[in-house]
C-alpha cells in the first residue's frame, strides 16, 4: 500500500466512526488515464479541509481480466474506487458527507466523475495470517462487490455469507492471506450533477494474496470447488476487482475559501 502524505493522520480513537466506499465510474469524454490524473491530483488536498476525514484511500484497478467460470457477472465497468472514513454516528452519514464534499470538491468531482454510488459499510476480518501491523505492500489484492440471490433477503443474505460462506473460506488449503467482509448498510445518493451507477450491492469481500499462482491456487481443489459451487447458492451477480491501494494521510491544513479557490 503507498502511503503519501498530505498530513498527519489523527484518527479518534474512541469516537464513532463512519465507513464509506464509493465505485466512481469516469466521465464519457475523459480516458481511464485521464480520470485517475485528476482523481489522484486534486482529490487528497480537497478531502483535506473539512477536518472530518480520517482515512482516505483511493484504490487503482487493474485492467479487467477473464476469471474462471462462476457466479453470474455483474455488469459494472468502473475506473476507481475509493474508502473514505469519516468522525461520526453511521446514522449521520448522508449529513457529514455533504460537510465534507465542499463547493471545490464537488466542482473536482464533476469534473472526472460521471456516475457514482456511495455505500456505508462495516468491516469484519475473517482470517488473517499476517502480522499485525502489516500494511499489504507488494500484495495482490481483490475486492469483491456482491449481489444477493432473487428472493433473499439483505438480513438473510448477510447471514448465510458470515455462517456458512465464511466457514467453508476457512477450509481451504492455501486461501487468502487476509479475507475481510464489508456488510453494507446504506446506500448515498450522489451528488447533483452526478449520474447514479444502477447497482445495488449487499457486500464486498476483500482479499489480499502474495501472488496470482497463491490467488488461484484452491480453484481446482475440493476445498475450492465447495466455495465455488456455495457461491451460486446466495448470490446472483458478483465481479473481482484487482487494485493497488494508495492511502492519504488527511488533515485539515487550510480553510474552506482556500479549498475553494482551488477549483
Known amino acids: 500500500m503507498s502511503r503519501c502524505e498530505v498530513a498527519p493522520l489523527h484518527p479518534s480513537r474512541g469516537g464513532l466512526m463512519i465507513r464509506l466506499l464509493t465505485l466512481l465510474a469516469r466521465r464519457s469524454d475523459l480516458t481511464h488515464a485521464q480520470f485517475v490524473q485528476i482523481w489522484a491530483d486534486e482529490a487528497p488536498v480537497l478531502m483535506a479541509t473539512a477536518g472530518l476525514c480520517r482515512r482516505y484511500v483511493q484504490y487503482r484497478l487493474h485492467p479487467d481480466r477473464v476469471w474462471p467460470p462462476?457466479?453470474?457477472?455483474?455488469d459494472l465497468l468502473l475506473d476507481g474506487i475509493e474508502e473514505l472514513w469519516l468522525e461520526g454516528p453511521p446514522q449521520r452519514a448522508a449529513e457529514i458527507l455533504g460537510h465534507v464534499r465542499t463547493p471545490a470538491y464537488l466542482k473536482h468531482l464533476r469534473n472526472h466523475?460521471?456516475?457514482?454510488?456511495?455505500?456505508?459499510?462495516?468491516?469484519?476480518?475473517?482470517?488473517?495470517?499476517?502480522?499485525?501491523?502489516?500494511?499489504?505492500?507488494?500484495?495482490?489484492?481483490?475486492?469483491?462487490?456482491?449481489v444477493r440471490k432473487q428472493g433473499w433477503s439483505h438480513e438473510q443474505f448477510v447471514q448465510h455469507w458470515v455462517n456458512v460462506h465464511a466457514e467453508l473460506l476457512k477450509k481451504l488449503h492455501q486461501g487468502p492471506r487476509r479475507y475481510c467482509q464489508l456488510y453494507v448498510n446504506a446506500?448515498?445518493?450522489?451528488?447533483?450533477g452526478i449520474a447514479a451507477l444502477d447497482v445495488h450491492i449487499d457486500g464486498f469481500s476483500e482479499s489480499w494474496f502474495v501472488d496470482e499462482a497463491e490467488m488461484n491456487a484452491d480453484n481446482a481443489t475440493p476445498e475450492g470447488e465447495a466455495l465455488s459451487a456455495d457461491n451460486r447458492v446466495y448470490l446472483s451477480r458478483s465481479k473481482r476487482f484487482v487494485f493497488d491501494e494508495v492511502e492519504y494521510h488527511v488533515r485539515a491544513e487550510m480553510t474552506r475559501e482556500q479549498a475553494d479557490n482551488l477549483a
Open 70 to 74: 462462476g457466479t453470474p457477472q455483474l
Open 113 to 146: 466523475a460521471g456516475a457514482m454510488v456511495t455505500y456505508v459499510f462495516d468491516e469484519q476480518r475473517i482470517t488473517n495470517a499476517l502480522p499485525a501491523d502489516a500494511t499489504g505492500d507488494g500484495m495482490l489484492k481483490r475486492l469483491v462487490p456482491l
Open 187 to 192: 446506500e448515498l445518493p450522489p451528488p447533483d
